[in-house]
């Protein structure tokens, strides 16, 4: 069983046992038990680098840089004690496809959470919407301080056999703007021809 296993194990029937005015075994109190608990604590933790992504938690407006008709706002939360951030995205209407091949005017939605990987060391943004596609994009990506830009890879299949390479640059201007630069696969060179610049303002605190 491997650590994380152990753990969850230990607390549950901890739980259980205090429930019933019983007392909770106690572990073998061993050095190695303690040094992974504590790394699989300190690894937990929210860090430096999830410090930068807190500096994007607000409301804010977004616009196409060249479609003034792509436009709308996005809400960025954290949450378990700042591990993660959730961000909600509302744009405007668009035809959404649902069941049985009908089709509904509804506003473009999406969902994203966000992360900092300890282990992996690497940027992690989970992404879903109910536009198109029906799978969940996991990007991930680095940091450049010189730029100030987050950098995001992922691979995505929107049809069967049809993969694309697709890279995002985030980059923050100041506290109150950054932007956002697609790039998609084109004729096998990465990262490709740019699809499409949106611009964030942040949106003031009433």
């Given at each position: 069983?491997?650590?994380?296993?152990?753990?969850?194990?230990?607390?549950?029937?901890?739980?259980?046992?205090?429930?019933?005015?019983?007392?909770?075994?106690?572990?073998?109190?061993?050095?190695?038990?303690?040094?992974?608990?504590?790394?699989?604590?300190?690894?937990?933790?929210?860090?430096?680098?999830?410090?930068?992504?807190?500096?994007?938690?607000?409301?804010?407006?977004?616009?196409?840089?060249?479609?003034?008709?792509?436009?709308?706002?996005?809400?960025?939360?954290?949450?378990?004690?700042?591990?993660?951030?959730v961000?909600?995205?509302?744009?405007?209407?668009?035809?959404?496809?649902?069941?049985?091949?009908?089709?509904?005017?509804?506003?473009?939605?999406?969902?994203?959470?966000?992360?900092?990987?300890?282990?992996?060391?690497?940027?992690?943004?989970?992404?879903?919407?109910?536009?198109?596609?029906?799978?969940?994009?996991?990007?991930?990506?680095?940091?450049?301080?010189?730029?100030?830009?987050?950098?995001?890879?992922?691979d995505?299949?929107?049809?069967?056999?049809?993969?694309?390479?697709?890279?995002?640059?985030?980059?923050?201007?100041?506290?109150?703007?950054?932007?956002?630069?697609?790039?998609?696969?084109?004729?096998?060179?990465?990262p490709?021809?740019?699809?499409?610049?949106?611009?964030?303002?942040?949106v003031?605190?009433?």
């Open positions: 069983m491997n650590n994380a296993c152990l753990l969850t194990t230990l607390v549950l029937l901890s739980a259980a046992l205090i429930s019933q005015g019983q007392s909770p075994p106690k572990p073998a109190n061993t050095a190695s038990q303690q040094e992974a608990m504590t790394q699989l604590l300190d690894f937990s933790r929210p860090g430096p680098n999830h410090a930068l992504l807190a500096r994007l938690v607000g409301t804010w407006a977004f616009q196409d840089k060249n479609l003034p008709f792509v436009k709308g706002t996005i809400v960025r939360k954290l949450i378990y004690e700042g591990r993660f951030c961000v909600e995205i509302t744009g405007g209407k668009l035809q959404i496809p649902i069941a049985e091949g009908q089709m509904k005017l509804e506003n473009y939605q999406g969902m994203e959470i966000e992360g900092y990987d300890n282990v992996a060391h690497k940027f992690v943004t989970t992404s879903i919407n109910n536009h198109i596609g029906s799978g969940i994009t996991k990007q991930s990506g680095g940091y450049d301080p010189k730029t100030n830009s987050f950098t995001y890879d992922w995505s299949e929107l049809r069967p056999g049809l993969t694309h390479k697709n890279r995002k640059v985030l980059t923050v201007l100041d506290e109150s703007h950054y932007t956002e630069e697609y790039y998609e696969e084109q004729n096998g060179t990465s490709g021809k740019k699809v499409r610049e949106l611009i964030y303002s942040r003031p605190v009433k």
